[in-house]
């Protein structure tokens, strides 16, 4: 792990524990927005007209109140907002959107009563011995917990993760109360089934709260790249490990965005790297570290490394998910639409049986992102519109409601994957042979 600097931790504030507490909580904010309703209504019946319920519930100060209470929440109701935010962005009323966004950058840290309850509850009462020092603020809060600085006995620099308390407990009942209430706010559409994406929230948090699982997966691709030394992986301290809090070895970096002033040669390399690392996950490891956030890659300027963070998202590849993406490469290089569209369809990327006009709409939002594959030379996203060109294609397909799919849940992640390597080369402006990284899996 790596120091953060992250600016958006916002002040102490108290975890609610118990599933009681944290029920109250969210009852009380329903509460307080269905009498907001109520009044609306009421105001509604004596003017004779007809209520306008997302103009009455989603004003300034409840937009506020509502992402305020599930960041306070931290855990599930925060990472449901933060899943929904980015799966579901382009068909999302802008007032919700705008709640959800807020969850993926904020977050709050435990208060230090808290805090000293967590270190006892994983090292017991005499938490420091296991240290050599231990600092009490936090380098990055998040929904399942907060990074930590530390030095342990034997002089390892550390950075160490631990868990809210009672979030892992909470798991289920705060994602019924948190999907009752966007449920009942009347924001989400009809059309989108819900229920896959709580489902996949509910696998997700249940797998980010097992430390033993991530960091199991943190040894893993610390094995898998040892020889390659573009990377470096924290070294996962099992000794110190525990269920509710995470050991490893602190790493020195930058955020990546600092090698945006790096020259050239140094962006394209760093770039080239991470993609052909994702190439690597899906076709020859079958396991790949699913969240693309640019936190989670940060730059060693000295040596050109990139660090790599976060295993909590880390997810085996099925191999018909694999096979699958390999047959959507071949046919997008070939350029056969008809090829492209059935394989789209056979990862569950889009619903069968869309009307010629839907199906044309895909498959052309398809060929912006097979273009840059299709070149001899290195694509330069320094000087294309290419993300802003998918994004505003993005936001029109999702305008129409015959086209309102959520993909499986592997699907969505890869995609999600994938989308962010070609923000984050774009952000850098980086050069990159694509069609030459792609050309080992081609034969």
Known sequence: MSDTGNP?????????????????????????????????????????????????LMTPRNLTRIA????????????????????????????????????????????????????????????????????????????????????????????????????KDAIDSDLDNAAALIRWSGLWPKELDLAPL??????????????????????????????????????????????????????DAAPIEALADAPASERDRAMGGLIELCLRELFDFRVMQTDPNFANYRWRAETGQIVLLDFGAAREIPDALSDGHLHLLRAGLEGERSDILR???????VKPGLSQVHRDAILDMSELGFEPLRRPEAFDFGTTELAQEMRRKGQAIGQERELWHIPPADTLFLQRKIGGLYLLATRLGAKVDLRGLMRPYLT
């Open 198 to 251: 709580l489902a996949e929230a509910r696998r997700q948090l249940h797998e980010e709260a097992d430390y033993d699982r991530e960091g199991a997966y943190l040894a893993r691709f610390g094995a898998l790249l040892a020889d390659d030394a573009r990377f470096v992986v924290p070294t996962h301290r099992a000794d110190l490990s525990t269920d509710v809090a995470l050991a490893m070895s602190f790493e």
């Open 343 to 349: 394989e789209l369809e056979a990862i569950g990327f």
């Open 68 to 167: 305020d209470r599930l960041s306070e929440m931290r855990g599930a109701a925060m990472k449901l907002g933060q899943l929904l935010s980015m799966e579901t962005g382009d068909v999302l009323p802008p007032e919700l959107a705008g709640i959800l966004a807020r969850l993926r950058s904020e977050g709050d840290a435990m208060t230090p009563a808290q805090l000293k309850q967590v270190l006892e509850a994983a090292f017991g009462s005499e938490f420091r011995s296991h240290f050599k020092s231990f600092t009490a603020a936090p380098l990055a809060a998040a929904s399942i917990g907060q990074v930590h600085r530390a030095v342990a006995r034997d002089g390892m620099r550390l950075a160490l993760k631990l868990q809210y308390p009672g979030v």
């Open 8 to 56: 958006n931790i916002l002040r102490p504030r108290a975890v609610p524990t118990g599933r009681f507490s944290r029920f109250t909580r969210m009852g009380g904010l329903a509460t307080g927005l269905a009498g907001q309703a109520a009044m609306a209504r009421a105001r509604a019946a004596v003017t004779g007209q007809t209520p306008d319920m997302a103009t009455a």
